[in-house]
């Protein structure tokens, strides 16, 4: 989404507002929905070159499950101000950057699909929210493991 400078006026905010998909997107960790995100704006020439941009993204991101790897939508919705200086000569000004940066700052760090996730097996890989398998009962244990247990 580019804006074209040369058609804003000193002091005077703008507001803009557009969808960006998942694949303009490269400096985010999670995956927008296929939705995208909604991106609501203003954007004010401070002087020549400098500009100051206020925005409101709301989105789907997804997220896999830090336990069980699970793809997990979190509904989001981040504010981001900043000022931006560009070129005395450019003619346009490219508002992704500004996107990536507000949801690369504010993205969560550690998703959950649930809080009580049970996580993978260690030993078979199974998602054991789904189903138990029957690795744990076998007493085929990792001695390393077994050691830990001993300390519980
Ligand atoms: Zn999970
Ligand atoms: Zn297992």
């Known amino acids: 989404m580019k804006i074209e400078i040369n058609k804003l006026l000193q002091e005077k905010a703008v507001p803009f507002e557009f969808i960006v998909h998942n694949d303009e997107l490269e400096d985010v960790e999670g995956e927008l929905d296929e939705n995208g995100a909604l991106v609501k704006g203003t954007i004010i020439k401070l002087a020549k070159g400098s500009f100051e941009i ?16 699970e793809p997990t939508p979190v509904p989001c919705r981040y504010n ?33 699909c649930r809080e009580d996730c049970r996580g993978l097996c260690p030993k078979c ?26 300390l519980l």
């Open 54 to 69: 206020e925005l409101t993204i709301e989105m789907t991101m997804v997220f896999p499950c830090a336990r069980c790897l």
């Open 80 to 112: 981001y101000a900043d000022t931006v200086s560009i070129d005395d000569d450019a003619t346009e000004l490219d508002l992704i950057p500004v996107v990536e940066e507000c949801i690369y700052i504010n993205e969560p760090f550690r998703i959950l």
């Open 125 to 150: 890989g199974n998602n054991l929210n789904h189903e138990q398998c029957d690795c744990e009962n076998d007493g085929d244990i990792d001695p390393r493991l077994a050691a830990l247990k001993s």
